[in-house]
């Protein structure tokens, strides 16, 4: 059979090699070699696992055109869930070395602790893992990363960011948003009862603090694209970081809100926090700022702040932010992102 | 960046040093530039803090301050910018306070205040970027198109010797010893590297002058670290693991280690030393511990793949320190001078997360087989049979002793030492300290009348002790330690072997064989310097060397 070497350089310049066959997509084959780059939906939908060709041959099979729009994929990005090489092929990794694993994704079991209903249609869902031969009692992930969580009769199986820190009791908190259609949400709504044991597969995921340096941080949230930002925040106030940061976190309408008292205690936690809460499509009980995050994050940019800027939401408002953070001048190695999408 | 202080950076035919994105420790370009930003506002630090001294108003806050500041910059201790960026912002501001007392002090003297320049006015930019712009300028190759190759070469020899200096100096802080004699020395080699000297016979002399300082550094800490926890006695210690929950500790800060001992009595975590830590379990007040359960891992380049199999949280007190890798990131706690992005840091000395996380991880499951070596050979232990050691010489039955000592590194280069230890002849006796021993120290060596082949002295910083025994042989044998049958046999990887190898050059130490390279600051002229004065001998093979050092003793 045909292989192909792939040698995929990560951004801090550390090469990783490995082989791949025909008809194997990058990701995979990294796999195959014990090589976990980050990626979550790997079918071309979520964008995760965007890279940069540098050379060699390759065929790149259809994506979605929020997960790598046409003038990235002109500027030579590729999905690397959807890079089939036909040659040997150099690529270019916006993530350290530090956030590839090699070992193989952690399967635990963890019990459902705590449902409650948030507001804005969204649960707050805690989980507590069962102590495990090789992990202990232990909840270890970066703040920013993702597990799959599976439904108790293994039927159903989806991806959620970690809202809070890692921790020694084994918590893991998540903030999701029922959708009507959702197999997930169906269960959460109907079925989901104290005691549940649910299947955890990760942390998984390169959506990470970026830890070095004093440069402000922006982080831009829509809906519960608000759990990653939470968990790095609250990350950043146990490790006493001084980073100015601000958070901006938008929902399309005033009854879509929720975590208000997350993001009031996350402000006494870190003093330098400056937060703004907007709702796009205000009704006349709102308040606050009217409009999307994105409209939060131009006027933030206006004022010549070039930050770290994370962004976690549906793709649509991502695009828009990097377009928007690129046209302010921000480096494009700046920005971080991870686009989720209804399921 | 440009950065050439230890012996695995970078070298290639366009020269030494690392200068890419990322230096060959992990150090990022960013935190090696404001690392030598600090440096530079230190200097400033220094030249108020000497002359406060000379007034006879020396600064405890800049005590306090310094030595820390200075290890922080040491090879594999802290990598994390945002740490560098509070302290060159802490540093500025305790010296503008100095300037102020220093003005005081010398108008209540009656003297005219000396108007300081260069990072006596040094003001640090607002924000990172600004302080990387800074950082330019003051790098440690600045000023050579001027003061060429040589004086740069012996200023980074100093500063190097320094931050070995300082190091020794925050350990035995932690043990609550000082030393105004010490403290002297350390304020005036800051105070002189502030005048970018180029006078190359001055500048030897300074670096003589460091390695005195740091013989009374080691002194002091050899006394805090008897005085705190015992005199080391010769113990046999465990190597390999047992079942329970457990605690590692690595570095050099034996302090942590009582705490951290201290604060699980009884609770069933078993604490295991790794690297430079190992020394620890011969003090008595340390071992006195039953939880002490022995040593894990081998050399510090192995830490990723030990680490990653210990199954309990990794607490590093000092250096080394190598990027954690994800799977042991989120239980590796630093503390002290220690550092990495991303990476917990303990402050105050508040253990209590790294026992809560032991508590949580499983510990290891069973036993593994036993394997025990023999450690505690500091110098009581060893003048204790002195008379056993003399009549060994006399009657011909120790033939030599080799000392082979200072630090590990990932060069293949470094089998060398396995090779050379491996090959010394069954009549000779090896003398071990620091952490290039890891190499070797698991091997059989059998004895002579009783008195082990190897006998490891401990730290890096016990030198003190070899330099003692030395010293304490020579006199028995009326002798000069030159005369005596010794060879040397010194490996460097970072700068504490640096202020060591200035302290045996200062006592008159002759014919020491370095390697496995010689430091890429040091010139051709400075190496001939070397050779030419101290008899330095780059290493050559194993059984050249060791030929060659028993037809020099024969």
């Given at each position: 059979m045909t292989t192909h070497r792939i040698t995929l350089t990560t951004r801090d310049g550390q090469p990783l090699e490995f082989d791949c066959e025909a008809g194997e997509d990058v990701i995979s084959a990294a796999a195959r070699a014990t090589i976990l780059l980050p990626a979550i939906c790997?079918?071309?939908?979520?964008?995760?696992?965007r890279a940069s060709h540098v050379s060699g041959a390759h065929h790149h099979d259809d994506c979605s055109q929020a997960a790598l729009p046409a003038e990235a994929r002109a500027r030579g990005e590729v999905l690397l869930c959807r890079t089939y090489a036909d040659s040997d092929l150099k690529l270019q990794a916006?993530?350290?070395?530090?956030?590839?694993?090699?070992?193989?994704i952690p399967e635990r079991q963890a019990k459902l602790s705590q449902l409650d209903d948030?507001?804005?249609?969204t649960v707050r869902l805690i989980l507590t893992l069962e102590e495990d031969?090789?992990?202990?009692t232990s909840a270890e992930f970066e703040p920013g990363q993702y597990v799959e969580l599976s439904t108790p009769d293994g039927s159903v199986t989806r991806a959620y960011s970690i809202a809070n820190t890692a921790n020694w009791e084994g918590k893991l908190e998540f903030l999701i948003h029922l959708q009507p259609q959702g197999k997930f949400s169906s269960y959460l709504s109907?079925?989901?009862?104290?005691g549940d044991l649910l299947k955890v597969r990760g942390p998984?995921?390169?959506?990470v603090l970026q830890d070095n340096g004093t440069r402000p941080r922006c982080f831009v949230a829509g809906g519960t694209g608000l759990a990653p930002m939470l968990s790095m925040l609250r990350r950043m106030a146990e490790f006493g970081e001084m980073n100015a940061c601000t958070l901006l976190f938008g929902v399309?309408?005033?009854?879509?809100?929720?975590?208000l008292d997350d993001i009031a205690a996350m402000q006494a936690s870190l003093p330098q926090l400056q937060t703004e809460v907007t709702v796009?499509?205000?009704?006349?009980d709102w308040q606050g700022s009217v409009g999307t995050p994105v409209d939060a994050l131009q006027k933030l940019l206006a004022t010549g702040l070039k930050p770290d800027i994370y962004l976690c939401g549906p793709p649509a408002m991502i695009d828009a932010a990097e377009q928007a953070a690129l046209t302010a001048?921000?480096?494009?190695?700046?920005i971080f992102s991870e686009r989720f999408l209804p399921t | 960046m440009f950065c050439y202080q230890c012996e695995q950076t970078n070298r290639s035919e366009a020269g030494a040093g690392c200068s890419a994105?990322?230096?060959?420790?992990?150090?990022?370009a960013a935190t090696s530039d404001l690392q030598d930003l600090l440096l530079h506002a230190l200097k400033g630090v220094g030249q108020y803090a000497a002359r406060l001294r000379a007034l006879g108003a020396p600064d405890k806050e800049a005590t306090d301050f310094v030595p820390h500041a200075v290890f922080?910059?040491?090879?594999?201790?802290n990598f994390s910018a945002a740490r560098f960026v509070q302290m060159i912002q802490e540093a500025a501001a305790l010296r503008d306070r100095l300037k102020t007392r220093y003005e005081e002090a010398a108008q209540k003297a009656g003297q005219t205040a000396e108007k300081l320049a260069g990072p006596a006015a040094f003001q640090p930019a607002a924000d990172m970027d600004g302080m990387l712009k800074q950082a330019a300028a003051v790098?440690?190759?600045?000023?050579q198109d001027s003061a060429g190759e040589d004086a740069i070469g012996l200023r980074n020899l100093i500063l190097y010797g320094l931050k070995g200096v300082c190091a020794y100096v925050y350990h035995a802080q932690a043990m609550g010893y000082e030393s105004d004699e010490v403290f002297a020395g350390v304020e005036h080699a800051l105070d002189f590297l502030a005048t970018d000297p180029t006078d190359i016979g001055t500048l030897l002399n300074e670096a003589l002058a460091l390695g005195t300082v740091n013989f009374s550094t080691m002194q002091l800490l050899d006394a805090a670290n008897t005085g705190s926890f015992g005199t080391p006695e010769p113990t046999s210690v465990r190597v390999t693991p047992i079942a329970g929950k457990a605690i590692l500790v690595s570095g050099h800060e034996f302090k942590d280690l009582l705490n951290i001992l201290e604060l699980t009595k009884d609770s069933g975590i078993k604490v295991y030393t790794h690297g430079e830590m190992l020394?620890?379990?011969?003090?008595p007040k340390l071992k006195a511990?039953?939880?002490?359960?022995g040593n894990y891992g081998?050399?510090?380049?192995d830490q990723q793949k030990d680490f990653a199999a210990f199954p309990g949280p990794i607490v590093m007190t000092?250096?080394?320190?190598i990027e954690p890798a994800p799977s042991y990131r989120q239980r590796i706690f630093t503390l002290g001078p220690v550092g990495w992005p991303g990476v917990r840091h303990l402050d105050g000395k508040d253990y209590s997360a790294v026992v809560q996380a032991a508590k949580a991880l499983p510990g290891f499951k069973e036993d593994a087989p036993e394997q025990r070596i023999t450690i505690g050979f500091a110098r009581d232990t060893v003048l204790g049979v002195a008379d056993k050691v003399i009549e060994g010489v006399r009657s011909g039955a120790i033939r030599h002793f080799f000392l082979i000592g200072g630090c590990d590194g990932?060069?293949?280069?470094?089998?060398y030492y396995t090779d050379f230890a491996e090959q010394t002849p069954a009549d000779t006796v090896m003398l071990t300290l620091g952490c290039g021993k890891y190499r070797f120290n698991k091997g059989e060596y059998g004895d002579i009348g009783g008195i082990p082949r190897l006998l490891d002295l401990g730290q890096c910083s016990d030198a003190y002790s070899a330099i003692v025994i030395a010293s304490e042989l020579a006199k028995a044998f009326n002798c000069s330690v030159n005369e005596l049958p010794l060879t040397l046999v010194i490996s460097w990887f970072e700068q504490k072997a640096i202020a060591v190898f200035l302290t045996l050059l200062s006592l008159g130490i002759k014919n020491i064989r370095l390697g496995?390279?010689?430091?890429?600051?040091?010139t051709p002229n400075l190496v001939n310097v070397l050779v030419e004065q101290f008899g330095i001998q780059p290493i050559n093979t194993p059984e050249a060397d060791i030929a060659a050092s028993l037809k020099k003793a024969a």
């Open positions: 790997k079918n071309g939908s979520c964008g995760a696992c916006p993530f350290d070395h530090s956030h590839v694993s090699f070992q193989p948030i507001g804005g249609n031969e090789q992990y202990g109907g079925q989901a009862t104290i998984q995921g390169g959506f399309t309408r005033h009854a879509d809100l929720f975590g796009w499509q205000a009704d006349a001048g921000v480096p494009a190695g700046q | 994105a990322k230096g060959a420790c992990g150090k990022d922080t910059t040491l090879t594999n201790v790098g440690v190759l600045a000023g020394p620890g379990l011969a003090y511990y039953p939880h002490l359960a081998g050399a510090w380049q000092s250096n080394c320190l990932a060069l293949p280069g470094r089998n496995p390279t010689i430091a890429a600051f040091l």
